[in-house]
Every structure is written in structure tokens, then in C-alpha cells.
């Protein structure tokens, strides 16, 4: 094969089936996806949960990860907020003819180990390459599906006034990891994407404390936006402690030369797990006993305050609403 | 500084007995206004806002860049983008920044003018040497943080013999605009709380007037919570001994005698000018416009840009607000037809503007 992506990688010929034969189902074929059939055939019945997710990360390496992992995680963790067990994914590949054929295959490979850890299969795939500025580098889609195991199933709009409101660890890793990667910035301490999946922790933990009301990946727009989603959907509000929001010091140093605020921050690798007071420090056991949940803490209550709005008590001990951004966080003049 | 020190600047025991001691001594109400947006900002995200005495009323000034960008100085650089051979480099926060007919730098990139949002005026450089046919234009707005970083930046491309880069200048001064406003006999201000950044670069002596010449207080200040109640604490005190200062109480990052070095680059390649402020209008000597010696990278002399004063927003209070004549939420259109999403003055738009300071931290 060429060292470099060519416009007949995806004709649909021989040089197609070239690239399908020696690099996916090298590293990410299984009894289904080998069969090559147009459509993968499932044997699955019951109430599923289904997550769609397009992947266009710039740059498409980064400490701890890249695209390739990325997007196995990101629809594995959708999937599994649904109090689901994610089986299969699918995944379609657009590349920029060009694209070096050594990135592509680390990509896979990525991808096909992200696979294994959580336990799901790629079961149908499409690749197409289009020409030189038509995307950047490579974008990638996965869609993924998984059977739900608990009635009813944790949503956005289960929230209630008294629930704790727990998360998994710190917060705003993935997006300084991102953002700093992108800028060039050589961060004097390490920083790293959390990007991971969390499946095996969620099924653990719904299947334990089916009392949970709600499961919330907060990767776009940070922990802030996703509990402006669920108090909006849930008509409730969350008053958040400043001081018992786990962020590193160096997501903090990162942020405060970036002008950025980590509770803004994407994040790829942990969850918002809000139930009933009562079976917190139970939640808090199981999500501790797993190195994916390590930091778990609980960060705020929801309560009937301001119904649809997060209130922030500050360190100060102050009060003040935590909104949402119009739109991306851009950097500051001065 | 590390943070385990910043941490002691945010202490909530002794933040909680300064405002007990500064409550016990208010006597009237204490009407002071922050300076820079950054200030703005800290007195919201940190919740002392929430925390405050009733009487003590809190004004937000004109020393947020963005919002005292002048409406015709917004047309300018959006006139600019889109230009055949022409790449805008600029801060982030000009992007969202309305002109006229709802345009803004966004908008401006989604119809394809090329636009690069740079953390340093020193990016812009690269890009124009990555672009050699194109002409980079840097929009040069903010105080004098900002002038000796893009001055450098003027100084750097003509060492290295960069010709395809040219800053539009809309550089202001504080000082100025701080006379300006105590002279508005409405303003009513008690006491100012100095930009630390800016008086960084000029010190501490620029400021002198206040007190002399109107009896007023000015402190410099950190953004830390207990540097701001410090300051406020200070004032009332003050007051009530019928004394005023000007005063420095950021020295861990602010020498008396500001940055000379910084000074010199500044005044290098800059001279005052007259400048056009939103909502105050033109105030004379309080703008920085590029020296002839450098005109070579003058964009304002390349396109033949001037600036004059358009009519006022309908129904913007902006210039009132900046004025600390009135609170974001006494503006008609506010939360109204001026959210984030739909900004119609400057104010709105700047994460450090106090209307969007306002609409993102202030409970109802």
C-alpha cells in the first residue's frame, strides 16, 4: 500500500478492499464484521439504547490518546449513560487524500484496543477519502447500541430536589489537554486527556443502585453545561460547592494562563451520577472502588431554589448563577 | 505565585471579618467602580458580589477593552475582513463584537474572510511570514497591558524584516477616561479600584489627579477577593475620616513606578492621540495612534481609515453603564432584545463586559 492515503482507497475496488482487508479487520474485525456483508446482523431484543457521535478533534494526537480512542469512547460512555451495556459500534472513516497511511494505522490500532477494553465489537464500517481540503485530516462517526438494564432508565429529566449530585473525578482534563496540544503550549506540568470508557464502572453502579436518576457524560462545554441541560429538563436547580469540585492544579495553572474556566472544560472519561441522597455514600463505594471513579466525590445538591439554574456557592461562600456560554470559550485580551 | 498563596488571598474567615468591620463603619452609601474587567469579573465569579453590604453600590467602569471599542472602530476592522489578501489576527473577544446591521468577525469567517483568533500579537508574525502574499492585519485594541506587546511586535517585524503585517491601532489610556468621568457631574463616584495590569505598565503617579484634583480615593488592586475588600475596607474608612489616597496595595506584582522599559517600547512607536470611547465620546490625548517613524505598518495610513463618531445604538445604555450612571439591569433592552447570544451593545458581548457579567453570575 502507498504510504500515503489515495483518492482509490475509497473507489470501492481493489485498492479499497486492500486497505478493509489489511488494516480494519486487522485490527478490528470479528466473526460479524470479517462477513462483509452490506449490513451487520444482530441478535438482540429488549429495550436498546442507541448513540450516534462524529468525531473531528483537531489535533488528532494528543497526550493520552487520539481520534481513534476517542471515538470508541465517546459513543461506548453515550451508550452507557442510558444505564446500558454497550455490544456493538459501527464506524465510518472520511480521510483527506494524502493522509499518511503510519497515522491511519495508529488509529486503528487505537481504536481496536478502545474496542477490546470495553468489550463492544465493531460490527459494520464504511471508509471514504475525498480530496485534499475537503476535510481536515480525517473525521470519524461511530454509532453505537447496547441493551438497557435497568427500568426506568437514568435520564436527563430525572432529577429531583434533594438528590446529591456526585462526580467521577477532575474536571477539565480533556479540553486544556485539547486546547494547550493545539496552541503549542508546553504546560509546565503534564496535563493528559481522561479520555476513557466507562461501562464496565456504569453497569456496575446501576446494577447495584438502580435508584440512580441520572447519568451525564460532561464532555462538551464541561460540567457546567451538562447540569444546565438536567436542571433545565428536570425543572430543578443544583447548588454546587466551588470547593468540592475536583480540578488538578495544573488543569487550574493551565486555565488561568489560557483565561479559560475548567468548568467549561470538555472531559472524556468521567460522569455526572445524580440520585437520591440516601444511596450517595453507597454510589460513592462502588464509583471509588474502580481506578476509572478513583476521585469520586459528591459536589452539590439538587434542591427547589431556582428551578432551572445552577447556583455556584463559591469558596467565598458567596452565591452566583453558573450559566451557560453562548458559545466556545475564545481567549481574552488581556 | 503558587496557588497554595492565592489560596490565602481567598480566605472566607477573614474575608467574612473585613466585611463585618467595613458594614460596621458604613455610615452612607459607599458608590465605588471598578476600573478593568477583570475586576468585574472577580467581584462576580468569586461571589463577593453576593456578599457585599447593601450600601455598598458597585459600578463597573470603562477599562474593559472590548466594550470602550468605539461602534465606527468595530465597522473599521469589519470592513477589513473579508478584504481580497487580507488576514485579521485578533483576540479572541473581538469576535462576537457587533457592528452595524448585526455584523461581527464570526459571521465575517463564515463568509470567508480569513481570521485568526492569536493568544499573542506575536502569532500574527508567523502567519504573515506563512503568508507572504497576504497582508496580516493585527486589530491593536486595549490599554497599556496590551500597547508594549504589539509595539514589540512592530519592533520585531521590522527587525526581521516582515513588510506584509500591519496593526490597526484603536490603543487607549486609562487616566484620561478616568478624568473624563469625574468630571460628568452625573457619574457620582466615590472611590475607583486602579487596573492592576495597567497600572503595571504606568504606575502609580498617572493616577494622582483623582485625589488632588477631586477628593476621591483609587487603589490598586489585585483580583483576589481579599485584595478587593481590602481596598473597598480602605476607602470607607477613608471617607469617613474625610481623607482620600491614591494608593498601591497590588505591590506583589505593581511597582510605584510602573515598567519603564514597557513605557519606552509604548511611547516608541506609539503618540497620543485624540480617541473616540463609546458612550463618552471623544475624550483628547486618550488614544495612542502609530508614530510616522512606523507607519510602514500602520493599517490605518495602508487603508485609509478614519474614524468618526456615528450615531449612538437605539436604546443602548452602554455609555451610561460605563459611566457608572446605571446598572446593566436598568438598561431597557437588557435580557431583553441584548442577551449573549443577540448582543447589541459591546457590553454584552465581552466575557469582561458588565452586562454579560451580569447576565452570566447575578441571581434574581
Known sequence: MSDKVLLDYGSGGRASQRLISDLFLNYL????????????????????????????????????????????????????MMGAIPRHITCAYILEEGFPMDD?????????????????????????????????????????????IVDPAPSGDAAKPGDAVLISGTMGDHGLTILGTREGLDFEAKVETDSASLNHLLVK???????????????????ATTLNEITYSSNVCCELVENDIPV??????????????????????????????????????????????????????????????????????????????????????? | MSFELLEKFRDPKLSRKILDKMESGLTKDLRFMEVCGTHTVAIFQSGLRSLLP??????????????????????????????????????????????????????AQADGARIKVVYSPMDSLKIAKENPGDLVVFIGVGFETT????????????EQGITNFRVLCFHKTIPTA?????????????????????????????????????????????????????????????????????????????????????????????????????????IPGSGLEIRQEWELFDAKKEFGITIEEGEALPGCKCGDILKGIK?????????????????????????EGSCAAYYKYKLD
Open chain 1, 29 to 80: 474485525g470479528n466473526d460479524e464484521l470479517n462477513r462483509l456483508n452490506d449490513a451487520a446482523e444482530l441478535d438482540m431484543s429488549g429495550r436498546i439504547a442507541m448513540s450516534t457521535d462524529s468525531f473531528v478533534v483537531d489535533p488528532i494526537f494528543f497526550p493520552g490518546g487520539n481520534i481513534g480512542s476517542l471515538a470508541v469512547h465517546g459513543t461506548v460512555n453515550d451508550v452507557a
Open chain 1, 104 to 148: 491511519l494505522e495508529s488509529i486503528v490500532m487505537s481504536m481496536g484496543h478502545a474496542c477490546k477494553e470495553a468489550g463492544v465489537t465493531v460490527v459494520s464500517g464504511d471508509t471514504k477519502v475525498v480530496p485534499k481540503g475537503a476535510v481536515d485530516k480525517i473525521f470519524i462517526n461511530t454509532t453505537g447500541i447496547g441493551d438497557i
Open chain 1, 205 to 223: 453502579l446501576v446494577q447495584d443502585l438502580p435508584e440512580v436518576h441520572v447519568l451525564r457524560d460532561p464532555t462538551r462545554g464541561g460540567l
Open chain 1, 248 to 334: 488538578k492544579a495544573e488543569v487550574k495553572g493551565g486555565c488561568s494562563i489560557l483565561g479559560l474556566d475548567p468548568l467549561y472544560l470538555a472531559n472524556e472519561g468521567k460522569f455526572l451520577c445524580i440520585l437520591p441522597q440516601e444511596h450517595a455514600e453507597k454510589a460513592l463505594e462502588i464509583m471509588r472502588a474502580d481506578p476509572l471513579g478513583k476521585g469520586a466525590c459528591q459536589i452539590g445538591t439538587m434542591t427547589d431554589a431556582h428551578p432551572g439554574k445552577v447556583v455556584l456557592i463559591t469558596q467565598l461562600g458567596g452565591k452566583r448563577l453558573l450559566g451557560m456560554l453562548e458559545g466556545e470559550q475564545l481567549p481574552r485580551i488581556c
Open chain 2, 54 to 107: 447593601k450600601q455598598i453600590v458597585h459600578l463597573s467602569g470603562p477599562g474593559c477593552p472590548v466594550c470602550v471599542t468605539h461602534d465606527s472602530e468595530v465597522n473599521a476592522f469589519l470592513d477589513l475582513a473579508g478584504k481580497d489578501n487580507v488576514i485579521m489576527a485578533t483576540f479572541g473577544d473581538l469576535m462576537r463584537v457587533p457592528g452595524s446591521n448585526s455584523r461581527n468577525l464570526k459571521k
Open chain 2, 147 to 158: 500597547a508594549p506587546a504589539i509595539a514589540g511586535t512592530m519592533k520585531m517585524a521590522r
Open chain 2, 178 to 282: 478616568l478624568e473624563a468621568l469625574l468630571m460628568d457631574v452625573h457619574s457620582n463616584i466615590d472611590g475607583f479600584l486602579l487596573p492592576g495590569h495597567v497600572s503595571a505598565i504606568i504606575g502609580l503617579e498617572p493616577y494622582n489627579f483623582i485625589a488632588e484634583k477631586f477628593g476621591k480615593s483609587a487603589i490598586v488592586t489585585g483580583f483576589e477577593p481579599l485584595d478587593i475588600l481590602q481596598s473597598l475596607y480602605q476607602m470607607v474608612d477613608w471617607r469617613n475620616k474625610g481623607e482620600a489616597h491614591v494608593v498601591n496595595n497590588y505591590k506583589r506584582i505593581v511597582n510605584d513606578k510602573g515598567n519603564a522599559t514597557a513605557r519606552g517600547i509604548l511611547y516608541e512607536v506609539f503618540e497620543q492621540t485624540d480617541a473616540l470611547w463609546r458612550g463618552i465620546g471623544n
Open chain 2, 327 to 351: 446598572q446593566p439591569d436598568e438598561c431597557p433592552l437588557f435580557k431583553k432584545a441584548c442577551t449573549p447570544a443577540n448582543p447589541v451593545g459591546p457590553c454584552m458581548v465581552s466575557t
